[in-house]
């Protein structure tokens, strides 16, 4: 239905839209529509919302800065004619592009105002997005993840903002309208302007952000906060006036707090700028316990959260099936370690402890598999399939392939990618001009490792020869 107007908000707001070739036109269409309907109610201007699209595909892509659409109909015009650039799935890389845009006055980004990244995925990557997902979140972004596959749920969780049941959602792409609401009602949190409020909330700090209404020169924010039940409690700091946000941390788990902004200027007068803001449950250490990185000898452990009253982590792991178990220490400031040594193909029972201060101990444990070795493509065949045109196949490479990528480099005319799901061993090659050789590479794409691939150099003979006859490269 209609949605009533929404403005008394300022923000930055960036899709982070899967456009490769994982992807069906089916299931991006319905993205489009999801996003149509999402941005319908917020008013764009320069002084209002503002909104761009940031492609995910072999190299990341700008639909369009965040200046160019300052209407709703502008806007929801410009998403329906998005179209899908196919390719790889390198989010990572679409990550870190989208850290210099949401910055950038180029892309028409806007210093001091709330960041707001939304990132809708089938729940699979081709990189790592752990570095360049958490520079964003330390830079004061805000990131809500929408997952329409069976994406893994400890990574995305890491991934999004804090706490996961805000930010993540996990739905079918049929069924996007029925978090449309919520997803939007979260946002709005965010960027609600003229408003001092909350976010990245955890059981013993939280991020306080307000419009910008004074500067370096003309005066400073007085800050009170203290808990509803006792507010004798009453804690103060003050901060220069270029500032518009200050992470208030050493607070109690599950308390309320009543927190006043008063802005102390020599110029204008300014009324107090107040909300209330609830602290989550006390975190306990490890909560998730994430495996990346694998490949046939080690794998990358991480876990989360980090606390100030953990000294220290133990990690044990050894092989299922199996009684062997190895250590591994760690310091209690740090939140990943790498487990080597190990054998290839081979599955490991991992369990992290974490031992605090007072001498308690939790632990968790996950499942962690080990790559085969040689994990590469075998046997490039070629197949003559008419004038100009060559079947290209091969056999399966072992272990667990998202995909493969085919690479055609023509003496002449331009190169090409073919990316194809991992059930597929064949492509056609066209427009293979005759008299010239040709290279051919086909790689497997993994989750966590690099694949190998295999290249083959391929002659098209002469068209004064035998009519598309094609000469096959001996090995």
């Known amino acids: 239905g209609t949605q009533l107007p929404i403005s008394n908000s300022e923000g930055d707001l960036l899709f982070l839209l899967d456009s490769s070739g994982s992807v069906s036109y089916y299931e991006f269409s319905k993205v489009k529509e999801f996003m149509w309907d999402l941005v319908q109610p917020f008013t764009f201007g320069p002084k209002d919302v503002q909104a761009s699209i940031i492609h995910i595909s072999t190299m990341p892509t700008m639909e369009f800065p965040f200046d160019r659409y300052l209407s709703s109909g502008t806007l929801q015009q410009a998403i329906r004619d998005t179209q899908q650039l196919m390719g790889d799935t390198n989010t990572g890389k679409a990550l870190s592009y989208a850290k210099e845009k949401f910055f950038s006055d180029e892309a028409g980004a806007r210093p001091d105002v709330p960041k707001v990244l939304v990132w809708v995925t089938d729940g699979f990557s081709t990189d790592d997005i752990s570095e360049p997902m958490q520079l964003l979140k330390d830079m004061g972004v805000t990131v809500f993840i929408v997952s329409t596959g069976r994406g893994n749920y400890l990574e995305l969780s890491a991934a999004a903002s804090q706490p996961p049941e805000k930010h993540l959602h996990f739905v079918d792409v049929d069924d996007l309208p029925i978090i449309t609401k919520e ?5 709005l949190d965010v960027i609600q302007a003229n408003r001092l409020h909350a976010v990245d909330i955890t059981s013993s700090s939280f991020h306080l952000m307000w419009p910008k209404l004074l500067s370096q020169e003309t005066g400073y924010y007085t800050l009170e906060y203290a808990p509803t039940d006792d507010l004798a409690r009453k804690r103060t700091k003050q901060v220069s006036g270029a500032h518009t946000s200050l992470v208030l941390s050493n607070l109690a788990p599950e308390t309320t707090y009543e927190v ?61 099936p199996g009684n062997s178990v190895k250590l591994l220490e760690v310091d209690g400031k740090h939140n990943s370690t790498v487990v080597d040594n190990l054998a290839p193909n081979a599955t490991y029972l991992v369990t ?34 008419g004038p100009n045109t060559l ?35 064949s492509v056609l090659l066209t427009d293979l001009a005759s008299g010239t050789t040709n290279k051919v590479c086909v790689k497997p794409v993994y ?14 003979q002469p068209a004064t020869e035998a009519q598309g006859y094609k000469h096959r490269q001996r090995p």
């Open 183 to 187: 997803l939007r009602d979260a946002i």
């Open 260 to 320: 006043a902004l008063i802005p102390e200027s020599n110029v204008h007068y300014f009324p107090p700028l107040t909300t209330r803001v609830t602290t989550l449950a006390e975190e306990i250490s490890p909560a998730q316990v994430l495996i990346s990185e694998s490949g046939p000898h080690s794998f990358h452990v991480s876990w989360a959260p980090t606390l100030d009253s953990v000294i220290g982590y133990q990690i044990l792991y050894g092989p299922l």
């Open 352 to 385: 992290v402890t974490a031992i605090y201060k007072s001498g308690k101990e939790k632990s968790l444990s996950a499942k962690a598999c080990t790559q085969e070795e040689g994990s590469k493509v075998r046997h490039l065949r070629f197949e003559d399939m």
């Open 391 to 425: 079947k290209a196949s091969w056999d399966s490479a072992d272990g667990k392939v998202l995909g493969y990528r085919v690479r055609c480099r023509r003496q002449t005319g331009p190169s090409s990618i073919i990316s194809v799901s991992p059930q597929i061993h």
């Open 447 to 460: 989750k966590n490792q690099p694949g190998k691939g295999l290249c083959r150099m391929v002659h098209m």
